[in-house]
């Protein structure tokens, strides 16, 4: 078992590119959460997300963003238009089931706006 | 809305000592309580796991305790080592896993 996956570990994108992160959950786990963390600072929630379901986006900026967690292949988190401000560490979890298990991240995707 | 306060932001001891760190909460319908450990410009790595019905898990030098009416847990860290250096941090799941800013422990040689 791998482990999560997150793919690039690294992102640089120019003002106004798009920004695709992808997120593999480890095998057998159909719950995916994404953060993002600013330097010196904690992780905050963005989006939680089932198999081919958002659960709950609450933390997830309303234009710009958006996520998927298609029934085949990976989990992605999408930034359009990127600004300066969207440079951070986008980190994502992945579990088993709803809250009873424990929850495994992956190593991040660092992304640079310039 | 739940939020989690971690206590204190930082922490210096000299090694050996045995410290404690402390996180709260605010919505204690919660399913599970997990620390994690977070090294500079790296993942964040699960140290616990204390279900809701749990009051304390322990793996090696560390001990977490949950008091989930009082809306707390205690990371408990004993004869602590260099390599203990790192940010902790704990997570609590009701509807999804909310994390505090963390504690940034620093043991020193």
């Known amino acids: 078992n791998a482990g999560v996956m997150q793919n690039p570990r690294h992102l640089v994108r120019r003002r106004g590119q798009e920004a695709r992160l992808r997120c593999s959950p480890m095998?057998?786990?159909?719950?995916v959460y994404w953060y993002r963390q600013l330097p010196e600072e904690g992780l905050k929630f963005m989006v939680y997300l089932q198999k081919e379901n958002i659960i709950d986006e609450s933390g997830m900026p309303k234009e710009r963003f958006s996520a998927e967690f298609p029934k085949e292949g990976p989990s992605i988190l999408r930034i359009q238009q990127v600004v300066r401000g969207d440079s951070a560490a986008y980190f994502c979890a992945s579990s088993s089931t709803q809250g009873n298990t424990e929850a495994f991240f992956g190593q991040g995707t660092r992304l640079t706006v310039v | 809305k739940q939020e989690v306060t971690q206590i204190p932001a930082a922490l210096s001891v000299p090694e050996g000592e045995n410290l404690v760190l402390n996180c709260s909460f605010t919505d204690s319908a919660i399913y599970n309580l997990q620390w994690f450990r977070q090294d500079p410009g790296k993942g964040l790595t699960s140290l616990l796991l204390i279900q809701s019905s749990q009051r304390e898990q322990t793996s090696g030098r560390l001990n977490a305790s949950l008091d989930k009416s009082s809306g707390r847990s205690t990371l408990y860290i004993a004869a602590s080592q260099p390599g203990d250096s790192a940010t902790y941090l704990c997570a609590v799941y009701n509807n999804d896993m909310r994390f505090g800013a963390g504690t940034r422990l620093t043991v020193k040689p």
């Open positions: 095998k057998g786990h159909s719950h």
